[in-house]
């Protein structure tokens, strides 16, 4: 695992500009560093030294010495490549999977992405051509930003990458503040920074004369096909991931893996262990009722694995905010992220490779919310539109009551309903929240069309569709990266996978989500592993105890702080503000309200007031 950064040159950049940038992003790989410049472009590059350790080392070449990549990642597939370069000709001097990169993109182009299995961003400068070609893995699990302006364009693995070149204007797009207010994230390839956009899972860019195309080559959709049986598909999920699980064990370094109390990282765990022993890591709280860390220690020692036990308190948590919202790059409210970072901390002290269970619950139908689907197919059986729109009005004109909610969503289409706007603020809270509200649009417009693209499917499908394409995309993995990277550890999620997702996306709905049953194809392929009591427990998620900590004394004055502060009065209506603290105190306002808030308050303070 690994970090870099790039630009193409200006004559009033100095020479040592990318070392500076560089070290930005230490983090992500402080085992060694290496660069490339010539008189068109600069290229910087961190490393964590997992495969081939004493070689390796990048910017790498081609065997003309005409092609410099720069590669952040993991190629399960490369031997199985090499062989066929190999076959063609080409010469390897190294172990290493970005040797691979490297030779298929001469060999085969932009058509080398339809080839590779694995998790990767990386850039390709071609010395003759003068073209920069750059690509991110299918689902997103490695970032790849670019900033482009008329005087620049840059490149990075993380935002911070940027903030040391001196054409780079660092500026707030506070026309995206009412958005992330909803999503927690950003919907699309735009960033919280004017002129810093992600390349999107999936896609690659050509950089050439000056002019940037951006392309997709890759497009998850389900295609389910009704003809498989529960067997079958039960079958091909054990044969699937017990493959994914292999083939992301391969390192010359310790891997190990994170555990909770859930289906998901137990099956991986029992997997990783059948070929040796595996370190497992997990992270509760003192109070019982929301920590995971009994169950996961139970099941560690029943396969006889060793388990680390990670405990934090709310000290810990509210004082490393500051710092994982600069390694975040952009706000991110999920209060699991912070969870991560200390379950990632402890992790790196004994591994540098971890396993994680991200992807289930997108591609096997995990989240209770789906099971929504029937509630509201039901609810439109007995009611019509007319009535569904009456009851809507008059439930948003009263105060709050049980199914209040319910009755306001219910007339809304599958595509206004269901996402994170409904977890966060919606369009009305915003109105009152934000000092400058002009920017206040629905947020529906921002994923309308990618509902568009299932429209025909059913409303199950619909809600993962949208998940795997924003919430996998740019919360989960954006935070399990992070987060780990942050500590340098690197994090493999052999669930979020390209074979894996050739599974998922035959899977017929009904052994996805049926009867009131979450993941029903995963659960039954885990009860030949698993002990039940894991298998069908009630999905936890990754819980935290901030709704209680948050109604603390000392917190509520810390946070009033904040919500009273220059940077609160710049973008927000303090009295707002201090009515939601007042209301949380009395149990009516959303805990992840107050802390969305909290957390762009901060993130803001980290990029825009100290650095």
Known sequence: MCGFVGYVNQKMVGEET?????????????????YFQDDFISMGFRRLS????????????????????????EIYNYLELREELQAMGYDFKTDVDSEVLIHGYDAWGEKLLDRIRGMYAFVIYDSVTKEIFGARDHFGIKPLYYYKDEHAFLWASEIKGFLDHPS??????????PVHLSFEFIPNDETMFKNVFKLNPGHFFLYKNGKLAVKEY??????????????????????????SVKSHMIADVEVGSFLSSGIDSSYILNEACEDGNIQSFSLG?????????????????????????ILIDDQDFFDIIPTAMYHMDEPLSNPSAIQLYFLSQETSKHV???????????FFGGYNTYLEAGTFETYNKFTTRTMRKLFSQTAKRMPHFHGRRFLIRGAQDISERYYRVNYVFNESERNDLLK??????????????????????????????????????????????????????????????????????????????????????????????????????????FPSPLATWLKQDKYQAMIRDAFNSDIAEKFFNTAYLNKLLDEQLQGIANMQKIFTVYTFIKWYEVYFIEN
């Not at 990318?18 to 290496?34: C, F, L, N, S, V």
């Open 18 to 34: 990318i070392k500076k940038m560089a070290d930005r992003i230490i983090h992500r790989g402080p085992d060694d560093e290496g």
């Open 50 to 73: 997992i495969i081939d350790i004493d070689h390796g080392s990048q910017p790498m070449a081609n065997n003309s010495g005409t092609k410099i990549l720069t590669f952040n990642g």
């Open 168 to 177: 780079f204007v660092k500026e707030l797009n506070e026309e995206l503040l």
């Open 218 to 243: 890759y497009h998850f959709e389900f295609e389910p096909d009704n003809s498989l049986t529960m067997d079958d598909v039960k079958a091909e999920l054990i044969e699937t991931v017990d493959s």
């Open 285 to 309: 709280f003192s109070d019982k009722n929301i920590s995971e860390l009994e169950w996961a220690q139970k099941f560690a020692a029943e396969i006889d694995q060793k388990n680390t036990a």
């Open 352 to 362: 540098k490779v971890a396993l994680s269970g991200e992807g289930a619950d997108e």
């Open 436 to 541: 400058n509200s002009k920017y206040n649009k629905p947020s529906s417009t921002f994923v309308k069309g990618l509902f568009n693209e299932v429209k025909d499917q059913d409303p199950v499908t619909q809600m993962q569709h949208f998940d795997i394409h924003e919430w996998l995309a740019y919360d989960i993995l954006h935070k399990a990266d992070r987060m780990s990277m942050a500590n340098s550890l690197e994090v493999r999620t052999p669930l979020v996978d390209k074979e894996v997702a050739e599974v998922a996306k035959r899977m017929p709905v009904n052994t996805r989500v049926k009867d009131g049953v979450t993941k029903v194809a995963w659960r039954e392929a885990s009860e030949s592993k698993l002990p039940d009591r894991i298998v069908n427990r009630e999905k936890l998620g």
